[in-house]
């Protein structure tokens, strides 16, 4: 059956050329085979397993080494640019426009997720000739907003993870994907200190969850790179009308059961192997969560203090 709800189906062209990739010589991996299921508790977080997506995937998966939130391009390794023609959806142009079947890398590229994970998994790529590393930058930042306010299905998402938060390829890239998160479920907030009314934050989550408006850009933008000169991983949630920020310990202190990339700590862990999957549980997943990734009182002294100075 086709992995998308009927009300997704509106994106006709797009449904169509990606579910066709999938099930060609392009992917590592099926979308089919993956598993989910709701894990009960008051967090609905959603567990998903595929048992054979690891030994395929590029990069496969490996115990979480330390990583600098800022690094230089390298051109000698994977990057975007060394993908094949048949791998790329379309073009996407900085007001967000995708236009489909074109390989136009002039401005953005919207790329089919070799291995995908959720119905959609797709990679927009900024302006990849610049060879912008995985380090947030406005012009990138921009298309990403404006693509995901231009999406009609209520489900499309925009996701990205910064270096020391599990980004695997260091070339500015955000993943498209169909899927609503648990932490959108949240509803109790908080205020951030200072006289900023832009930026809120969840007070029921088991990690920091700030929330701040897709439009104006420049607030969020001046937040993300207050965190990469602090050296502060972090991963980003888009909805076409909010951003989840998660502000993060580095990768390497993940070391426990569960590897915590954006997906993860937006409430959808994704396991390894069927007794993960089975036994999580909302109070194990919520522990880990707030050990592991959930910043450090010194870190949270820095953000707090960032906008007490706005």
């Known amino acids: 059956c086709s992995p998308f709800p009927e009300i997704l189906k509106r994106m006709d062209g797009f449904t169509k050329k990606w579910t066709e990739l999938t099930e060609s010589d392009v992917a590592r991996t099926q979308y089919g085979e993956w598993e989910e299921r709701e894990v009960g508790g008051p967090h609905r977080f959603i567990v998903k397993h595929n048992e054979g997506h690891w030994g395929k995937k590029r990069g496969g998966r490996h115990a979480p080494q330390k990583a600098e939130v800022v690094s230089g391009f390298n051109s000698d390794a994977f990057n975007f640019l060394k993908i094949?023609?048949?791998?790329?959806?379309?073009?996407?142009d900085k007001?967000?426009?995708?236009t489909l079947d074109s390989t136009d890398s002039t401005e953005g590229l919207l790329i089919f997720n070799v291995s995908p994970m959720f119905a959609g998994h797709s990679l927009i790529t900024p302006y990849p000739q610049r060879k912008y590393p995985q380090v947030m930058v406005k012009p990138g930042l921009e298309m990403a907003l404006n693509f995901i306010q231009k999406v009609s299905d209520p489900l499309g998402r925009l996701v990205f993870n910064s270096l020391g938060a599990f980004a695997s390829v260091n070339h500015l890239h955000f993943h498209y994907l169909c899927q609503?998160?648990?932490v959108e479920n949240?509803?109790?907030f908080g205020s951030v200190p200072g006289r900023n009314h832009l930026?809120?934050?969840?007070?029921?989550y088991?990690?920091?969850?700030?929330?701040?408006?897709?439009?104006?850009?420049d607030p969020l933008m001046g937040f993300l790179e207050f965190l990469t000169a602090r050296s502060i991983p972090f991963?980003?949630?888009f909805t076409p009308k909010t951003v989840y920020i998660f502000p993060r310990k580095n990768q390497v202190h993940n070391v426990g059961v569960y590897r915590m990339a954006v997906a993860e700590v937006s409430g959808c862990p994704i396991v390894q192997n069927r007794e993960e999957y089975t036994n999580i549980t909302d109070e194990a997943y919520s522990r880990s969560m707030?050990?592991?990734?959930?910043?450090?009182?010194?870190t949270l002294r820095e953000i707090w203090n960032y906008f007490e100075g706005l």
Do not use: H, W, Y
Not at 199 to 204: A, I, Q
């Open 186 to 188: 949240c509803s109790v």
């Open 199 to 204: 930026f809120k934050m969840f007070t029921d």
């Open 206 to 217: 088991p990690t920091v969850v700030l929330v701040v408006q897709t439009s104006p850009v």
């Open 84 to 92: 094949t023609p048949q791998e790329i959806i379309g073009s996407v």
């Open 95 to 98: 007001e967000g426009t995708l």
């Open 180 to 182: 609503r998160f648990p």
């Open 290 to 298: 707030a050990e592991e990734i959930c910043p450090e009182d010194d």
């Open 235 to 237: 991963n980003l949630l």
